[in-house]
């Protein structure tokens, strides 16, 4: 085995010192795969996915006995929290209990060490907490909803973006469903973000009532998807891309080109076992232009006139 530096050769990895405890213990049992399974695949994604998770408050579900135990749905920190994790204090929070966020690999590594099986960013980066700069639409089909549809329903959600102004993106939730993310210029409040978002659903579901609810009173509706715009409001919080998922199958919320959308492709068909092949037969990140992509929700209203 050649023993010499190769400066051509795969980029160094990020630094990881984070030391596992446990580590061989099994947090999805049918895949078998295990703590120290879990921190080797969020190494591996980590390129793709910092930049949807840095310094963003984040709500974790925690796991520590993985996904056949307890589930913990977790917004605030608790004491004997790894220090590579970064504690933050939300402006409007009058208690001021601390909420969590990462800088880096070790700080998600500090995150598997406490159990965490999922990550959940709000639509915000903690330099400016009132001005999101992620629009998500979370696509919830009912029972009975061929996956076409729901594909179709992304689709839908992607072109009413475009007509606002907006770029949008795709991703498998791990899930049930399709998540549809938009890039946004920090510079709308969160109320003008939610109105716009329940602008969307609303209409979706007035020009094909047949098809899609955009309330979740009927969101149990046999046959129909829900246009699930409530992720976007100040404090609520959404699957972060390449988060695994605490049910059974190991399942990540996958970025997709929109090429990629397809009945082969159901919404947790991507899994921390078959991402790194994903990866490494990937020629670009599917999502390398969602930053570049943004432009502020003014713009997107001004051209409104396609949507309502
Ligand atoms: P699916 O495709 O199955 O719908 P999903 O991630 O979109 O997967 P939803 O039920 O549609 O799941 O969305 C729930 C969202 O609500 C989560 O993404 C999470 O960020 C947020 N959430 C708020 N409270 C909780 C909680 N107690 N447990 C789990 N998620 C919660
Ligand atoms: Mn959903
Ligand atoms: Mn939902």
Do not use: K, Q
């Given at each position: 085995r050649e023993t010499s530096i190769d400066a051509r050769a795969e980029p160094e990895l990020p630094k990881r010192t984070v030391i596992l405890t446990h580590a061989d213990r099994i947090y999805w049992p049918d895949e078998g795969v295990t703590k120290e399974g879990l921190a080797d695949y969020y190494t591996d994604v980590w390129t793709y996915m910092a930049p949807f998770v840095v310094q963003r408050p984040l709500a974790l579900l925690r796991c520590p006995d993985g996904i056949s135990g307890q589930h913990f749905f977790q917004k605030h920190a608790w004491k004997g929290?790894?220090?590579?994790i970064v504690l933050i204090h939300d402006p409007k929070d009058e208690d001021d209990t601390p909420l969590i966020s990462i800088d880096d690999l070790d700080g998600l590594l500090g995150l598997v060490q406490a159990g965490s099986l999922e990550l959940h960013p709000w639509g915000v980066t903690v330099a400016d907490w009132e001005h999101p700069e992620t629009i998500i639409m979370d696509l919830d089909p009912g029972p009975n909803v061929p996956w076409e549809r729901v594909i179709e329903a992304a689709e839908e959600t992607r072109d009413r973006m475009r007509s606002a102004g907006l770029e949008a993106f795709v991703k498998t939730s791990g899930g049930k469903g399709l998540h549809v993310v938009s890039p946004l210029k920090p510079t709308a409040e969160w109320p003008a973000v939610k109105a716009f978002t329940k602008s969307i659903a609303d209409q979706m579901a007035a020009d094909s009532p047949e098809r899609y609810v955009s309330t979740i009173t009927k969101s149990k509706r046999q046959g129909k998807i829900l246009i699930d715009y409530l992720r976007n409001q100040r404090g609520s919080t959404a699957v972060a891309p390449y988060s695994t998922r605490a049910r059974p199958g190991a399942a990540v919320s996958m970025p997709l080109t929109w090429d990629e959308l397809s009945p082969a492709i159901g919404p947790a068909y991507f899994t921390v076992n078959n991402t790194p092949t994903r990866l490494a037969a990937l020629?670009?990140?599917?999502?390398?232009d969602f930053r570049a992509a943004a432009a502020p929700l003014e713009k997107a209203k001004s051209k409104k006139s396609g949507v309502r």
């Open positions: 929290l790894n220090e590579s020629r670009s990140d599917p999502w390398e």
